[in-house]
C-alpha cells in the first residue's frame, strides 16, 4: 500500500524526505513524488516508477524547503503513471495532498468539481480530497478547517497529509482507515505511514486513531478530531527495529499478510456489492451485459495458487452462473490448439499480474477471439494492461512468496464476478441476496478463524516432523486441499498432496499409516457426509486426522486426532474460511523447521519466465 512521509522543521526536508520514501519501500508501489513550501510557493516533483527515477528528476540538487511531504503510490485508482503519482494539488498551486487509501465517492465528486470549473490533472480519486479543500480555503476557511471540510465530504478510507502556502511551515494529516502516526523530534515534527520512515530521528510517536486530524509545526504538534475539537494523546516510544516495523511487528510477511485478510477482503469488495438488487457492480470489466449474455462457456487460466481460485471460479460459475466452465493451467493452455471463439470468456487470474504462462495463454486466447478478462492485484501490471477487462483485488502488496490474502481475495472476486453474470442469467434476486450477506458478512468471519492461530499452532508442533501429508476435500474445498498441500510443501519443504477425497480409494489410501497426517477439509456443506466416511477410512487404518470443521460440529470431531472449527457460510464461500487453519499450519511448520518462510528455496514471488 501507498507510503506517506512529512517533515517540517529546521532542516532542509527534501533529503530527509526522499531517505523516508526508501524507508517506506517494503510496502510495494509503483511511483513517487514529493511536494516543498518554500519562498510562498509549492514545487511538486514526482515520477513512475521507482523512487531512484524520481532522484534522476530530482537532479543532485535538491529543492529547498523546510516543509515538504513526499509518497510511494501503490496504484488503486489510475495508471501507475507520472500524472497518477502523488502528490496532488489544487487549480492553483497552492496545496499539495498525498493520499494512501480509496475515496469511495470519487466519480461523483470530481463530476461536480468539474462543473464547478476545477480542472484535473489525473485520474485518481485522491485529486478531488485537493480540490474539496481548496474551495473550502477559498471562502476563507483556515487551513485546517479546509482539510476537515473536504474529509467530511468523502468516503472511504484515507490517510493524508497536505501542505500549503496558506501556513508554510505546516503539515495537516488526517486517518480514517490507513495507518498515520506523528513522529515527534527535537525542534522538527515528521509524519509517516510507520515508524520505519522516521525511526532515524526519532522513536517517539503519536499515533492518529480514525477521525481524528494532526496540525503538525516544526516546534509543535495538535490533535483534533474531525470537527476540529482538540484532544489528548499518548506519545508512544517504538521500540522495535526497523525489520519488525516493516513487517507491522510479525515476525515474517507471510503472517503479517494472513492476518490481514479481514482487512484485504473488505478492500476487494468495498463498493462491489449491492443488496437491495443482489448483484455487483464491477466498474473494470469494460464488457456490456449484452455481451456477457452473449458467453456460452468459460476458460479460468492460471498458475499455482492462482490456479486453485480457479478451480473455485469454475465450481461457483457453473452452480450459480450455469455457464459452462473449465479451468486450465496457463502452461498447458497456451501450447494446446484449444476450442477457444467470440464467445467463449477467458479469465486469468494472477495476483502479480506478470507470470509468463498466464500471460502467454491470455494472448492466445485473444488471437483465437476470445474476450479476456483479468483478476489481478497488481495495478498497471503486464496482465492488467492486455485483458479486455478485469477486477482488480485491492489485496495491497503480497510480499511473501506463498500467496495468501491474494487467494482469498480472488476467490472473493470470483464470487462478485459470478454473482453478476449469475443475475444476468438463472440466479433470482433472493439468491444474490444470499450471496451479498454471505459475503458482507466475511471479513468479520474470517476475524474469527485467526483468532485460533494459538489452536493452530499447537498442532503445528505435533505435525512439524511428518515427512508427507495428504490433503482431502470434496466440492468446494477440493481446490482447498490442493491449496493448503501447497502452502505446506512451498514453504516447509515437506511433501504434500491434495486429493479430492473420494479419490482417496484410488491409491492414495495405500499411503496410510500413523506416520502420514490426512487433513481433512469437511465443513458442514452438501458433501459433508461423504467426508465422514472417508475420514472413518483412513481412522480405520490407522491413520491420524487433523480436520477443518464447522463450528459446533460433533459427527468429525469425535472422529479426528486435532481439529479446527470455522464459522458456518454459504458452501460457495467456504474455502474462504476453511484455508485459514491451512495457512496457518504451513507457516507454523516451516517457521518451527527454521525455513525461510518469506523467501522460499527454489521461489520466486512472481514467474515472469517459462
Ligand atoms: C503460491 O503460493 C505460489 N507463490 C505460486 O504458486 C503462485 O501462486 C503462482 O506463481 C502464480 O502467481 P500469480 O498469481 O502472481 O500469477
Redesign the pocket.
Known amino acids: 500500500m501507498c507510503g506517506i512521509v512529512g517533515y517540517t522543521g529546521p532542516r532542509q526536508a527534501a533529503a530527509l524526505l526522499l531517505e523516508g520514501l526508501k524507508r517506506l519501500e517494503y510496502r510495494g508501489y509503483d511511483s513517487a513524488g514529493l511536494a516543498l513550501v518554500h519562498d510562498g510557493r509549492i514545487e511538486v516533483h514526482k515520477a513512475a516508477g521507482k523512487i531512484s527515477v524520481l532522484e534522476q528528476e530530482l537532479g543532485t540538487t535538491l529543492p529547498p524547503g523546510h516543509t515538504g511531504i513526499a509518497h510511494t503510490r501503490w496504484a488503486t485508482h489510475g495508471a501507475p503513471n507520472t500524472a497518477n503519482a502523488h502528490p496532488h494539488t489544487d487549480c492553483g498551486g497552492t496545496l499539495a495532498l498525498i493520499h494512501n487509501g480509496i475515496i469511495e465517492n470519487a466519480a461523483v465528486l470530481h463530476t461536480a468539481l468539474a462543473q464547478r470549473g476545477h480542472v484535473f490533472r489525473s485520474e485518481t480519486d485522491t485529486e478531488v480530497l485537493a480540490h474539496l479543500i481548496e474551495e473550502v480555503l477559498a471562502k476563507g476557511g483556515a487551513f485546517v478547517e479546509a482539510v476537515a471540510g473536504g474529509l467530511n465530504q468523502v468516503e472511504g478510507t484515507y490517510g493524508i497529509a497536505v501542505v500549503s502556502t496558506r501556513e508554510p511551515d505546516t503539515i495537516v494529516a488526517a486517518r480514517k482507515g490507513s495507518p498515520l502516526l506523528v513522529a515527534i523530534g527535537s525542534g522538527e515534527n515528521f509524519v509517516a505511514s510507520d515508524a520505519s520512515a522516521v525511526l532515524a530521528h526519532t522513536r517517539s510517536v503519536v499515533y492518529l486513531d480514525d477521525g481524528e486530524i494532526a496540525v503538525v509545526r516544526p516546534g509543535e504538534y495538535r490533535i483534533l478530531d474531525l470537527g476540529t475539537v482538540e484532544k489528548e494523546k499518548a506519545v508512544t516510544r517504538v521500540d522495535w527495529d526497523l525489520a519488525t516495523i516493516e513487517r507491522g511487528g510479525h515476525a515474517h510477511f507471510m503472517l503479517k499478510e494472513i492476518l490481514e485478510q479481514p482487512e484485504s477482503l473488505r478492500n476487494t469488495l468495498r463498493g462491489r456489492l449491492l443488496e437491495e438488487e443482489g448483484t455487483a457492480r464491477l466498474g473494470g470489466l469494460n464488457v456490456t451485459d449484452e455481451q456477457l449474455l452473449q458467453v456460452n462457456r468459460i476458460v479460468f487460466t492460471?498458475?499455482?495458487?492462482?490456479w486453485h481460485a480457479a478451480l473455485i471460479g469454475e465450481y461457483m460459475m457453473e452452480e450459480l452462473a450455469r455457464i459452462p466452465s473449465e479451468v486450465e493451467y496457463a502452461s498447458e493452455f497456451r501450447y494446446r490448439n484449444p476450442i477457444v471463439d467470440d464467445r467463449t470468456l477467458v479469465v486469468g487470474?494472477?495476483?502479480?499480474g506478470?507470470?509468463a504462462d498466464?500471460l502467454a495463454a491470455l494472448r492466445e486466447a485473444k488471437r483465437r477471439g476470445a474476450r479476456t478478462l483479468g483478476l489481478v492485484n497488481v495495478v498497471g501490471s503486464t496482465i492488467a494492461r492486455e485483458v479486455d477487462g478485469g477486477i482488480y483485488l485491492h489485496a495491497g502488496p503480497e510480499i511473501g512468496?506463498?500467496?495468501t490474502k491474494?487467494f482469498t481475495s480472488q476467490i472473493a472476486a470470483l464470487a462478485v464476478l459470478t454473482l453478476k453474470m449469475g443475475r444476468l442469467r438463472a440466479l433470482s434476486i433472493l439468491q444474490g441476496r444470499e450471496v451479498v450477506r454471505a459475503l458482507a458478512k466475511l471479513p468479520d468471519l474470517v476475524e474469527r478463524v485467526l483468532a485460533k492461530a494459538p489452536e493452530v499452532e499447537r498442532i503445528a508442533e505435533r505435525m512439524m516432523r511428518a515427512g508427507n501429508v495428504l490433503y482431502l476435500g470434496r466440492g468446494y474445498n477440493f481446490p482447498v486441499a490442493l491449496e493448503g498441500a501447497?502452502?505446506l510443501k512451498?514453504i516447509s519443504y515437506i511433501h504434500a498432496e491434495g486429493y479430492p477425497a473420494a479419490e482417496m480409494k484410488h491409491g492414495p489410501i495405500a499411503l496410510i499409516d500413523d506416520l502420514m497426517p490426512v487433513v481433512f477439509i469437511a465443513p458442514k456443506d452438501a458433501v459433508y457426509q461423504k467426508v465422514v466416511s472417508n475420514i472413518e477410512e483412513v481412522k480405520a487404518r490407522g491413520g491420524r486426522v487433523m480436520a477443518v470443521v464447522t463450528e459446533g460440529d460433533s459427527g468429525v470431531a469425535r472422529l479426528a486426532d486435532h481439529k479446527i472449527a470455522v464459522p458456518e457460510t454459504l458452501d460457495l464461500l467456504t474455502p474462504v474460511l476453511t484455508v485459514l487453519p491451512l495457512q496457518l499450519l504451513a507457516y507454523y511448520i516451516a517457521v518451527r523447521r527454521g525455513c525461510n518462510v518469506d523467501q522460499p528455496r527454489n521461489?520466486a514471488?512472481?514467474?515472469t519466465v517459462e
Open positions: 492460471a498458475c499455482g495458487t492462482s487470474i494472477s495476483q502479480s506478470e507470470t498466464t512468496v506463498a500467496s491474494a501447497l502452502k512451498e521461489l514471488k512472481s514467474v
